[in-house]
């Protein structure tokens, strides 16, 4: 089983900042990653796919990179609406498995 | 539009069993991947079940032989068929559309989820 690790757990991160997310896979993955926002009581909302592809509607603001075991979201210039919990996920022949999430917080 | 609505969730003893749906609109799920994803309470998001377009299914290895995936395509719904309840299952359960691009795999819609709880 490929185990995803978010790092850090907790961000604390001023409007305006930006805030960058990692995500480490325990084997490679390729570029097969994406990353979910969730909000309290909401489902999850696709934001990257293929590691560095926004999801269609996605703002710019939000950026994936990475590929192999390493990956980053990074978020420039926070707004209000990005305070969120941020989930990787990978997706390896038919297994997918998510991080334990990082909480984006106003700081 | 795509929609996904989940129902059947509710309070069920351990030992019991519930099915969940999810009746979909606005595509076909039997051409498209399907996923289950659960959430505990104030936890992080787990992968359940994915059926795929041909009716290959797949399971992570905690429900393995108590859960069910399905899909009715007359009905255009999916299911998840869930025995052998246990308290760790305790979750609100996603229903999630799968879309392949380019080699990517995407969650690219999912429902509003619906709550099982596992307790006597």
């Known amino acids: 089983e490929i185990v995803m690790t978010q790092s850090p757990a907790t961000l604390s991160v001023s409007p305006g900042e930006t805030a960058t997310l990692s995500c480490r896979a325990s084997q490679s993955v390729s570029s097969n990653l994406a990353w979910y926002q969730q909000k309290p009581g909401q489902a999850p909302r696709l934001l990257i796919h293929?590691?560095?592809t926004r999801a269609t509607g996605i703002p710019a603001r939000f950026s994936g990179s990475g590929s192999g075991t390493e990956f980053t979201l990074t978020i420039s210039s926070l707004q209000s609406e990005d305070f969120a919990v941020y989930y990787c996920?990978?997706?390896?022949?038919?297994?997918?498995?998510f991080g334990q999430g990082t909480k984006v917080e106003i700081k | 539009e795509v929609q996904l609505v989940e129902s059947g969730g509710g309070l069920v003893q351990p030992g019991g069993s519930l099915r969940l749906a999810c009746a979909a609109s606005?595509?076909?799920?039997?051409?498209?991947?399907m996923s289950w994803v659960r959430q505990a309470p104030g936890k992080g998001l787990e992968w359940v079940s994915v059926i795929y377009s041909g009716g290959l299914t797949y399971y992570t290895d905690s429900v393995k032989g108590r859960f069910t995936i399905s899909r009715d395509n007359s009905e255009n719904t999916l299911y998840l068929q869930m025995n052998s309840l246990r308290a760790e299952d305790t979750a609100v359960y996603y229903c999630?559309?799968?879309?392949?691009?380019?080699?990517?795999?995407?969650?690219?819609?999912w429902g509003q989820g619906t709550l099982v709880t596992v307790s006597s």
């Open positions: 293929g590691a560095s």
């Open positions: 996920q990978q997706y390896n022949n038919w297994l997918r498995t």
């Open positions: 999630a559309r799968e879309t392949v691009t380019r080699g990517s795999v995407m969650m690219d819609y």
């Open positions: 606005g595509f076909t799920v039997s051409t498209n991947y």
